[in-house]
């Protein structure tokens, strides 16, 4: 089972995915994809992992969720957009070198025995990107998103901390 939760930024996803995964699974499983860039992003990640109790197990993988041992267990991907930024940057900013990548790795993810709960932002609903790089990356954003959604049993977007069905 694939769920889909996409959103704006502080749109209510990762607590949403979170109460979700607790609903299915007394232990769920926490895969983080984030690097911590700089302080900030420190503290952003302090935050999260401060939001889980001891009933969550956490991994933190940045590329290749497909090797986490997360088989027969409710597992939340958080999140899409900075796996893809690890990616992106591996790639050399490699639009098209990423998204096959990117592809590959989602591929494996439907082999798992797991239930997947997937976070993703929509970044191409805001204001446009200033930079070349930054265009590539909304639209490589987008084309992923698109991708992982239509392989989702069901997808959500959140807005306001509602969850907006799109998929069922």
Known sequence: MI???TGGERSGKSKYAQELALRL????????TAMAWDKDFEKRI??????????WINI???????KTAISNKVAIIDCVTLWLT???????FDIEEALKEAKAEVDKWEEIEATLIIISNEIGMGVHAAT?????????????N???????????????????????
């Open 60 to 66: 933190e993988e940045e590329k290749y969720i497909s």
């Open 146 to 168: 698109q991708y992982i959604a239509n392989k989702a049993n069901k997808a959500l977007l959140m807005v306001s901390g509602i969850p907006v069905n799109l998929k069922d």
């Open 25 to 32: 699974s007394d232990n769920p499983v926490y895969i983080a």
């Open 3 to 5: 769920y889909y939760i």
């Open 86 to 92: 690890n990616i992106y940057t591996d790639t050399k």
């Open 132 to 144: 070349e790089m930054g265009r590539k990356f909304v639209e490589l954003q987008g084309w992923i």
């Open 46 to 55: 302090e935050r999260h992992q401060n939001e889980r109790d001891e009933r």
